[in-house]
């Protein structure tokens, strides 16, 4: 279908939203090559917000070739770091300049609260973008002593190239920032793809990348589907490097295309079933707090949404009734609304999939505590949303759907344990590895369970928390490599060693 160059949207706020539709290629909006859309919704109401266009293999292979370009003239070695942080500090800049509108539409399109996207979502990823862009003039090599008066060894740390980055839907701004701003600052160029669900962020943003200078076919933005051009990123013979974040089933097709085509580096931010253990010496006050917001922030649709639930016999019965209480206590509904913290479900699709893992935890026997269905308390547009009840299964255990299997919605196992090994032991019961929460107020028992669970981040007394100076990533099947701190730098860079001999004389023929 045709469809207009822009795309003009009525916010609540009483602004008019406008956003460009055209796949970003080569700093110029232009349509894809078959001329598809994908339709964008509106979660908290059901209601169209437009179409974007929908690229196809083709429009990558445009959107790479552009990317090499660039690579090969303009970035890469053929930049300065002091060149690729100005860019990035402008671009940081110009997230807060505009960063009510951003949030509107980013509130629009994924179902958020707006002010949460406005003061966390938004407000990090400016701050993702100006760390890495002080981090571009500081990316080092080393000299290697080898022989005096003779030769010595040093690296460079050099970028990959072109690097295809697929972001999901739950955090659009946010995982635009983990994975574009290191890849930028190390001198790569970048051809991502939004999730389908949420296209229109990144838009805006490839349009305030043209104002922060960054020079033609440096960023790259590719808009569609997961099987056409996630695939044709995965699988394209000339980009070097794919970072993805999402499923774990789906991280396992995106490593196996990476390796059948060019062996391309991969960076994989997948799953998680987080377990957070309460001990009875912990402040319950706190810790129920940290334990609500750990499953219930972002809807609960985060890879590191703390889902498994384990509180020490000696407190679990004063700890359940006040969980319950504090699921009781926040606001859902209007993610327009200031006094709101949690929003719809991304679509219905999903929301019924929540639906589905509730019931199936009332089949297998788990008790509800609260919620246990679809939230149905919205007036007016927003009874049309995809709205579900914060939920509390107590009595669970493995073996139940609930408590192995990924739900990504505001849905908390809880069962009690007796002792440390106990606690550990039931923690570490699941494939994932990616975050994991402590409550105690003995050090020392933080300190070794910390160092005991699996997981990539451990949260102790606070839960899901992050800094742009953090690394970020998972152990077992929650993925590969890390984002945020300076390790996601070195993701982005490949190390070259260099074997100097300035003094060492070869005689010939060699002999014994």
């Known amino acids: 279908m045709a469809i207009s160059s822009t795309l003009s949207i009525a916010s609540p706020s009483g602004k008019t939203l406008t956003v460009p539709t055209g796949l970003f290629i080569d700093n110029a ?80 399109d994924n179902g958020k609260p707006r002010w949460i996207a406005e003061t966390m979502d938004i407000a990090d990823t400016a701050g993702c973008f100006r760390y890495y862009a002080g981090l571009a003039d500081k990316i080092e090599g080393k000299t290697i002593e080898q022989k005096e008066g003779e030769k010595l060894a040093f690296t460079r740390l050099e970028p990959l190239g072109v690097c295809g980055q697929i972001i999901p839907w739950n955090y659009p701004i946010g995982m635009l920032g983990w994975k574009v701003a290191p890849a930028l600052a190390a001198g790569n160029c970048v051809v991502l793809k939004p999730a389908e669900q949420t296209p229109l962020t990144a838009l805006k943003i490839a349009e305030l990348a043209v104002e922060a200078g960054l020079p033609k076919g440096v960023f790259n933005v590719v808009n569609g589907l997961g099987p056409v051009v996630g695939d044709a990123i995965t699988g394209h013979m000339d980009v070097d490097k794919v970072a993805f974040t999402g499923s774990t089933a789906i991280g396992k097709r995106v490593m196996q295309r990476a390796a059948q085509s060019n062996l391309k580096k991969v960076t994989l931010e997948l799953g998680g079933k987080s377990p957070v253990v309460v001990f009875d010496d912990a402040d319950i006050d706190q810790a129920v707090n940290w334990v609500a917001l750990g499953i219930l922030f972002n809807q609960g649709q985060d890879c590191t949404a703390g889902s498994r639930l384990f509180v020490q016999e000696g407190i679990y019965d004063k700890f359940l009734p006040k969980l319950v209480a504090a699921f009781k206590a926040h606001t859902i509904g209007d993610p327009f609304d200031s006094q709101t913290f949690q929003g719809p479900q991304i679509t219905q699709r999903h929301q019924q999939r929540i639906l589905d893992y509730i019931e199936s935890g009332k089949a297998e026997g788990a008790k509800v505590e609260i919620g246990g269905g679809a939230w149905t308390e919205g007036t007016g547009d927003f009874a049309k949303g995809f709205y579900v009840q914060p939920t509390i299964f107590s009595g669970c255990k493995r073996g139940m759907k609930i408590v192995d299997e990924e739900i990504f919605g505001p849905v908390l196992a809880v069962a009690s344990f007796k002792d440390e090994a106990e606690a550990i032991k039931l923690a570490n019961d699941t494939s994932y590895g990616l975050g994991a929460g402590v409550f105690s107020s003995n050090a020392n ?16 007394n606070n839960y899901v928390v992050v800094s742009n100076a953090v690394p970020f990533g998972g152990f077992k099947s929650s993925g590969i490599g890390r984002e945020l701190g300076v390790d996601a730098i070195k993701e982005y860079t490949q190390v070259k060693s260099v074997h100097w001999n300035f003094g060492e004389m070869l005689d010939w023929p060699l002999t014994g």
């Open 445 to 460: 028992t933080c300190m070794r369970v910390s160092g005991a669970i699996q997981a990539g981040t451990v949260w102790v």
């Open 29 to 108: 909006f232009v349509p894809s090559v078959t001329g598809d859309t994908l339709e964008t919704i509106n979660p908290a109401t059901g209601a169209s917000l437009g179409h974007v266009s929908a690229g196809s293999a083709e429009d990558v292979d445009l959107a790479v070739s552009a990317a090499r370009t660039a690579y090969n003239t303009v970035w890469g070695r053929n930049s300065t770091p002091s060149q690729r942080a100005e860019c990035l500090f402008k671009l940081a800049s110009l997230l807060e300049e505009h960063i009510v509108e951003l949030s509107e539409l980013e509130s629009l």
